[in-house]
């Protein structure tokens, strides 16, 4: 049996650092951070994020070009969360060597994820570092800007029994997960199966920017979303339930892409396990009031009804 926790990654641990840091920043915890400008109507909400040991792929496959993509999506996926519109993005290229021919692979990816997404690309940084790094491998890190009107934010504290969790699906595992990935399978399988497991992360800008434009009666109508990453259903959709509210996720209530179950079954991993830990097939979930679930199916191509917000104590069932 094969655990997130046993490929070297303690999601417990993550979550009790963000525990001891709210107690000196109470205001953080949130899928980005707002900043009130002053004189203005707006605020300006922001990301940082990475790409993980997804790297580690590209580095055995040699493909380079996809994984820019994946570091935008880490980080505006976050930002529109709340509903801010992603405005530009700062990347951060750290290597023990510089190969100008690969870094450029991975900056047009970053910039075809800017493109994607709406926002510009405005600079970033490269860092070259020897003996830090091993030859032909370096780490990326990303950071977004965007804007929102203020008392526009979505946060889940509109959340009520009775709301609807529409999901919206992935394109693979995203970025998140890969250390278990890359510990139920071997080099030859990661090979075999690197189509699905180097597909880059699917932005949902445009997607969530046009659910907010076509939804706009009545207020209050979508009261969360999230964006399923690190800690997946459990941790990340938690993060915005308010108390008294419970989220019942229906794990049959979508197909789950055969590349999660041979996952699942050649780790033997957990079935609590691994929906803590791979976003099976859903890569952002959005709450609503039941009024306009089906007005939202509509405007999400290919999303689905995957549970419902009953009253109790507050946290996320898959049930």
Same mark, same amino acid.
């Given at each position: !049996?094969?655990?997130?926790? /046993?490929?070297?990654?303690?999601? *417990?641990?993550?979550?009790?650092?963000?525990?001891?840091?709210?107690?000196?920043?109470?205001?953080?915890?949130?899928?980005?951070? &707002?900043?009130?400008?002053?004189?203005?109507?707006?605020?300006?909400?922001?990301?940082? $994020?990475?790409?993980?040991?997804?790297? /580690?792929?590209?580095?055995?496959?040699?493909?380079?070009?996809?994984?820019?993509? *994946?570091?935008?999506? !880490?980080?505006?996926? $976050?930002?529109?969360?709340?509903?801010? @519109?992603?405005?530009?993005?700062? *990347?951060?290229?750290?290597?023990?060597?510089?190969?100008?021919?690969?870094?450029?692979?991975?900056? &047009?990816?970053?910039?075809?994820?800017?493109?994607? =997404?709406?926002?510009?690309?405005?600079?970033?940084?490269?860092?070259? !570092?020897?003996?830090?790094?091993? +030859?032909?491998?370096?780490?990326?890190?990303?950071?977004?800007?965007?804007?929102?009107?203020?008392?526009?934010?979505?946060?889940?504290?509109?959340?009520? %029994?009775?709301?609807?969790?529409?999901?919206?699906?992935?394109?693979?595992?995203? =970025?998140?997960?890969? &250390?278990?990935?890359?510990?139920?399978?071997?080099?030859?399988?990661?090979?075999?199966?690197?189509?699905?497991?180097?597909?880059?992360?699917?932005?949902?800008?445009?997607?969530?920017?046009?659910?907010? &434009?076509?939804?706009?009666?009545?207020?209050?109508?979508? +009261?969360?979303?999230?964006?399923?990453?690190?800690?997946?259903?459990?941790?990340?959709?938690?993060?915005?339930? %308010?108390?008294?509210?419970?989220?019942?996720?229906?794990?049959?209530?979508?197909?789950?892409? @055969?590349?999660?179950?041979?996952?699942?079954?050649?780790?033997?991993? %957990?079935?609590?396990?691994?929906?803590? +830990?791979?976003? !099976?097939?859903?890569?952002?979930?959005?709450?609503?009031?039941?009024?306009?679930?089906?007005?939202?199916?509509?405007?999400?191509?290919?999303?689905?009804?995957?549970?419902?917000?009953?009253?109790?104590?507050?946290?996320? $069932?898959?049930?």
């Amino acid at each position: !049996m094969i655990t997130y926790a /046993k490929s070297g990654v303690n999601i *417990d641990a993550g979550n009790e650092l963000v525990k001891r840091i709210k107690k000196k920043l109470p205001k953080i915890g949130g899928f980005g951070g &707002s900043f009130p400008l002053a004189g203005t109507k707006y605020n300006l909400v922001s990301s940082t $994020d990475g790409v993980g040991t997804k790297l /580690k792929l590209a580095f055995l496959l040699g493909k380079h070009d996809t994984v820019g993509i *994946d570091l935008v999506a !880490m980080n505006v996926n $976050d930002i529109i969360c709340c509903g801010a @519109k992603p405005l530009f993005f700062l *990347d951060y290229f750290a290597c023990g060597k510089l190969d100008v021919n690969l870094a450029e692979k991975v900056i &047009s990816g970053i910039k075809k994820g800017c493109d994607i =997404s709406g926002c510009a690309l405005i600079g970033g940084e490269t860092a070259e !570092m020897p003996g830090f790094y091993p +030859t032909g491998e370096y780490d990326l890190a990303g950071f977004a800007v965007g804007s929102l009107e203020k008392g526009k934010e979505i946060t889940g504290k509109n959340m009520r %029994p009775g709301d609807i969790v529409i999901g919206i699906p992935s394109s693979g595992p995203h =970025s998140n997960g890969y &250390s278990l990935i890359r510990k139920v399978f071997s080099n030859k399988e990661l090979k075999k199966y690197a189509k699905e497991l180097l597909a880059p992360t699917r932005i949902y800008v445009k997607d969530i920017l046009s659910l907010l &434009s076509a939804i706009r009666y009545p207020l209050n109508a979508i +009261t969360g979303i999230a964006h399923i990453t690190g800690g997946s259903f459990y941790d990340k959709i938690g993060r915005i339930v %308010p108390e008294g509210c419970r989220v019942v996720i229906e794990k049959n209530s979508w197909k789950v892409p @055969k590349i999660f179950k041979i996952v699942q079954q050649k780790g033997n991993v %957990p079935e609590k396990e691994i929906y803590r +830990t791979l976003n !099976m097939g859903i890569g952002m979930a959005v709450i609503v009031r039941p009024a306009v679930s089906g007005r939202v199916l509509k405007c999400l191509k290919g999303s689905k009804i995957i549970g419902r917000v009953i009253k109790g104590v507050k946290g996320v $069932d898959v049930a």
